[in-house]
């Protein structure tokens, strides 16, 4: 199977995100993890383009971010960690139920139904 | 001596260790330049050897250089830690400036290294000379990765229209993620050089990022930024040109408001004598107001420079008192000046000499509490904001 690369998921990537983070509470480099866990090595995602996602979550309101304390050992500079909030969760139950919409009426067109 | 040894980091701590064992072993009472730098060239001390190996110098070839400039001491059976010579001093100074001027924590081998070659005039400035050291070469080479990392991260943020707090926020979260990739790939790839390359192809294309992270945000930072660069600091502007700058802005602020408060006054009801009584202290403010914020503003960056000891200012606590008076030297003579304008009488002036000296020294003390409590954040925004992006640092490459 191809791999997909970023910009497929673009307009996805922020419903991905809040799924990560449906798991529990996670730091940027954590969701990542857990994206390439879940997409079994085939998302290909330019890590940088987390942050913008995380953002518009967050100036939306879906999510919420405290800084860490001291890193772990080195004293270097701190991440966020980001926690899904009622409102996060609401859109992701909402995003699913779209998505399910989108895949079944595509599919059908497609010759694949879901 | 005040060395912040609090700020090494574990390699930095054994170099020291090292340079106090070489000082015993050659029989000295001292740490000299030259025991730091037999410290540095050890193998259990990090990565200096390999930054001398770099720039084609031997490290090997370091003791033998120590031993033709310097004598080993007589038998002696002194134990535990030796004193600081003046120029390892200076020498560990200018490390933790490097340090600092990288936007760093902490004070490691490499920032040793470095400060050992600035100040250049102790035994280990003239070794590594003499062994070709090109001064000019030693920073980029010491500094490899960590500047690469912070001209990605700058290179993404600066362009972004949002206002300093968002960018501090921003550049330290990016660079958090940045450090830690660096770290995994030079765990996988051994090759400094190619984790590096590696880490920033894995982060993204620093333009398209700066265009994602533009659209981001929400319209509310747009106003913030545009207000910004109206009215705050724009880099690399200096201080006396920024507060000078602020201070005109603000007498046309005030000008213009008096004038629309006249003209409303004039075509009312027409001016008569006793209006120009009841302006005198308006006058007075559009006067004295831009001059105060320019003098109070500069002594203000004086005092913050002086408390941190950055930008050229040697870091001294008195000095930062003396401006700090001289502060409320200015807030005096203004608020008596402004009395003496607004009711025209020196003596009734005068007499309000207590409430306006109480007033200084309340002043000058706020001024020294902000610039010690919100210091070290200005100063990293101003270091971030004067970061070299231009001059692309290895490693940097496309997706």
């Known amino acids: 199977m191809d791999v997909i690369h970023g910009d497929k998921l673009r307009g996805h990537l922020e419903m991905l995100v809040l799924a990560t983070l449906e798991q529990g509470e996670a730091h940027g480099l954590e969701i990542l993890r857990r994206l390439e866990a879940g997409g079994c090595g085939l998302l290909r995602l330019r890590e940088g383009s987390l942050y913008p996602a995380l953002y518009r979550l967050e100036t939306a309101g879906q999510v919420q971010a405290v800084w860490e304390k001291e890193p772990h050992g080195r004293r270097g500079a701190r991440g966020r960690i980001y926690r899904l909030t009622p409102k996060g969760t609401r859109a992701l139950r909402k995003g699913r139920g779209e998505w399910r919409t989108f895949v079944t009426t595509l599919g059908t067109i497609f010759g694949v139904p879901a | ?399």
């Open chain 2, 1 to 399: 001596m005040n060395i912040p040894f609090h700020q090494f980091t574990d390699e930095a701590r054994r170099v020291m260790d090292l340079a106090n064992a070489e000082s015993r072993r050659l029989n000295h009472e001292y740490i000299g330049t030259e025991h730091v730098l037999l410290g540095l060239i050890k193998k259990e001390a990090g990565v200096a050897a390999d930054i001398l190996k770099n720039l084609a110098i031997d490290p090997g070839a370091v003791p033998a250089e120590v031993e033709k400039l310097i004598k080993t001491g007589p038998e002696m059976t002194a134990v535990g830690e030796r004193p600081l010579t003046p120029r390892a001093g200076a020498a560990i100074r200018y490390a933790v400036e490097e340090s600092r001027r990288l936007l760093q924590k902490s004070v490691g081998p490499e920032h040793l290294l470095v400060g050992l070659a600035i100040e250049g005039a102790g035994v280990a400035g003239l070794v590594l000379r003499k062994l070709g050291l090109e001064p000019q070469a030693l920073r980029p080479a010491a500094f490899k990765v960590r500047l690469m990392q912070i001209t990605t991260v700058e290179k993404i943020v600066r362009p972004v229209r949002a206002a300093t707090p968002r960018k501090r926020k921003m550049r330290e979260e990016l660079l958090a993620h940045l450090e830690t990739i660096c770290e995994e790939e030079r765990a996988r790839l051994k090759d400094p050089a190619a984790a590096t390359a590696a880490a920033a192809r894995r982060f993204g294309d620093p333009a398209a990022l700066t265009r994602e992270l533009d659209r981001s945000l929400p319209r509310l930072e747009r106003y913030a930024y545009r207000v910004e660069r109206r009215f705050g600091w724009r880099a690399p502007e200096s201080a006396a040109r920024y507060t000078l700058r602020v201070a005109m802005q603000l007498f046309v602020v005030i000008a213009m408001a008096l004038g629309i408060l006249v003209a409303a006054v004039v075509v009312s009801r027409g001016w008569n004598q006793a209006d120009w009584i009841a302006i005198r202290p308006a006058l007075a403010l559009l006067l004295l107001l831009p001059l105060d914020e320019f003098l109070l503003g500069l002594l203000y960056f004086k005092i913050r420079d002086a408390l941190w000891g950055v930008f050229g200012a040697r870091r001294s606590a008195f000095h930062a008192s003396l401006l700090g008076l001289l502060f409320a030297c200015v807030v005096v003579v203004s608020g008596l000046g402004f009395f003496a304008l607004a009711t025209w009488d020196v003596d009734r002036a005068t007499q309000q000499i207590y409430p306006v000296v109480v007033a200084a020294v309340a002043a000058a003390t706020a001024c020294i509490s902000l610039a010690r409590l919100r210091g070290r954040v200005e100063i990293a925004d101003t270091l971030w904001a004067c970061l070299d992006i231009d001059t692309s640092a290895p490693g940097i490459a496309g997706p």
